[in-house]
């Protein structure tokens, strides 16, 4: 075979002309840009969202991309969803990005903290559109106590029945890798040890004076539980503290309020967390019938053996 110059030149100008092709795929835009956010919906072919690519700033040529993606066999299987391209991003990983699906996650980051009632979750999913003011309480007030407080995400279509779903089947994972198995009356004196104490070892010391009050038949007065009483008599939207004063409604009739019942409430009144659980199951044995909350003092619980002591205390830090 004789090798002519024509030849040649066909070659040479096929190399470079393949390199140049590579170059430019390899090439980002601008890369001095700022991140693109392009939007696919289901059912848009390789041709469409090579023009949205183009359009949107982040290709510099819709053929390249479609060449790409069809001579690696991918262009039927582009995913939709939402993609934030870096400014660095060029067409091969552009087109790696969206076969594999890595677009930006839609869903809803949702924090509940520990010891928040229903309530307070509701003003949570409200504020994240997952909710209407009203529907979650209406339709999770039977489980308090029971909604895991943890931080979750949920698809963006969420329903109110989709987060209490999980919430619940996520308390039983967690008491279940726990290795806990708290009766009725424990969860709900964890979910008042979560309101009232701050620290585990005086946790555990309340959950012990409670126990030893009730056996006695002593009321418990926890200003916790006044709040709650509020909240489930009058199905108020603002269920916590410094929405509802404790002083006018301390003798407020209702079965959560532990000045006027002799007993535990009826039910728990937050939902509370792992540690509160445990000092529920675990009490730590005291001499102590009252305790003063750390929120009153300087951040200490403070403790007493009498009523007379224990006023004492409260003329001290709360009506100085």
């Not at 980002?28 to 969202?49: F, R, V, Y």
């Not at 006018?248 to 039910?267: A, H, R, W």
Request: hydrophobic share 40%; charged share 25%; proline share 6%.
């Amino acid at each position: 075979m004789v090798i002519t110059t024509d030849r040649i030149i066909i070659f040479l100008v096929l190399v470079i002309g393949l390199a140049l092709l590579a170059g430019t795929m390899y090439r980002p835009l601008d890369p001095m840009g700022a991140p693109k956010e392009i939007t696919i919906e289901p059912g848009n072919g390789a041709t469409t969202i090579a023009q949205k690519l183009q359009d949107g700033g982040v290709i510099r040529s819709r053929y390249l991309f479609i060449l790409y993606a069809t001579f690696f066999d991918v262009e039927r299987v582009l995913q939709a969803g939402t993609y934030e391209f870096s400014p660095q991003d060029n067409i091969p990983k552009i087109v790696t990005d969206i076969a594999k699906g890595r677009a930006k996650s839609t869903d809803i980051l949702v924090r509940i903290p520990e010891g928040l009632n229903v309530w307070n979750i509701e003003e949570v999913l409200v504020n994240k559109g997952i909710s209407q003011p009203g529907e979650f309480v209406q339709k999770a007030l039977r489980y308090e106590g029971y909604l895991f407080p943890d931080t979750y995400r949920f698809k963006k279509d969420a329903t109110v029945e989709d987060v209490i779903l999980t919430l619940r089947r996520t308390f039983k994972e967690k008491m279940r890798e726990a290795g806990l198995n708290p009766t009725p009356d424990q969860v709900i004196v964890a979910s008042m040890l979560e309101k009232e104490v701050f620290l585990q070892t005086d946790r555990r010391m309340v959950a012990d004076i409670i126990a030893r009050r009730i056996k006695i038949g002593q009321k418990l007065q926890l200003d916790a539980t006044v709040i709650y009483n509020v909240c489930w008599v009058d199905q108020t939207t603002n269920c916590s503290v410094g929405k509802i004063p404790v002083r006018p409604n301390l003798f407020k009739e209702g079965p959560y309020n532990t000045y006027v019942i002799d007993s535990l409430p009826q039910g728990p009144i937050s939902n509370p967390g792992i540690r509160s659980i445990q000092a529920a199951i675990d009490p730590l044995p005291n001499p102590y019938f009252f305790y003063l909350n750390a929120i009153y003092s300087d951040g200490r619980t403070i403790y007493s053996r009498t009523g007379v002591e224990h006023e004492r205390q409260r003329a001290i830090h709360i009506l100085r």
